[in-house]
Structure formats: structure tokens, C-alpha cells
């Protein structure tokens, strides 16, 4: 699979700094708990689906790292530089052995399938 990203050639020089760093603290630190942990859930306050994908884990026993960012009503650009660096547009951003599978819903149809044991065993 390929994204449909705008080529850097296509970027003018003197905002590519700005784009390419945008919030990169923050998709650092994200990167960094990935590498860390078998299991991260990146999500944000008052969305109830990065509760629901905490709670799948929480019931099957499985330790995982939790990163939050804000909610709806702070810090909505960080959270829009993850949204941007991994291409998914929803939170929570859920990651297994380094690989994003999606969120709250994919968790629980890997669950369901059988496929999670075999991603975390």
C-alpha cells in the first residue's frame, strides 16, 4: 500500500522546515513508546472510543502503554500532527509490536478473529 502524500518537491523550500517538523516533539515521543512496548494506545479526553479499546485490553489482561493528548477542546493541532504522520484520522491510534492496526473497532475484530493472541504471543 502506498499514501497519496504531496511530493517534497512540490513543497517550496521555505516551509519544508515547518512542515516536516510539525509537532515532531510529540510524533517523537509517540514513536518512541512503540519501540518501547508491545502494545500502544495513543488516544485523547472525552472520546469514548480510546476508552473502549482500554477496556478490550484491560479484560483480556494484556498490559499496554497509554498516551493521551488533550481532548476535544485542547490541543487539537498535536493531535493532528499523529493524525498526519500515521494517516489514521481517528483516535484512538492503536499499535501492536510496532504496527498500527487502526482503533478501537480493529482491536476488537482482531480480537474476535483470533488474530490478537497471535500478534501478542
Same mark, same amino acid.
Given at each position: ?36 512496548? %508491545? ?43 499523529? %493524525? ?38
Amino acid at each position: 500500500m502506498s499514501r497519496h502524500i504531496l511530493d517534497q518537491a512540490r513543497i517550496h523550500p521555505a516551509i519544508r522546515g515547518t512542515v516536516g517538523n510539525y509537532h515532531r516533539e510529540l510524533v517523537a515521543e509517540v514513536e518512541a513508546a512503540v519501540a518501547a512496548h %508491545k502494545i500502544v494506545v495513543v488516544g485523547m479526553g472525552f472520546n469514548p472510543f480510546p476508552r473502549k479499546a482500554r477496556k478490550i485490553l484491560d479484560g483480556l489482561g494484556v498490559p499496554y502503554q497509554y498516551l493521551s493528548y488533550g481532548n476535544y477542546f485542547s490541543q487539537w493541532r498535536p493531535r493532528l500532527a499523529l %493524525k498526519l504522520w500515521s494517516g489514521w484520522t481517528t483516535f484512538p491510534l492503536v499499535f501492536i509490536n510496532g504496527v498500527l492496526i487502526g482503533g478501537a473497532s480493529e482491536l476488537q475484530a482482531l480480537v474476535a478473529s483470533g488474530e490478537f493472541a497471535r500478534l501478542t504471543t
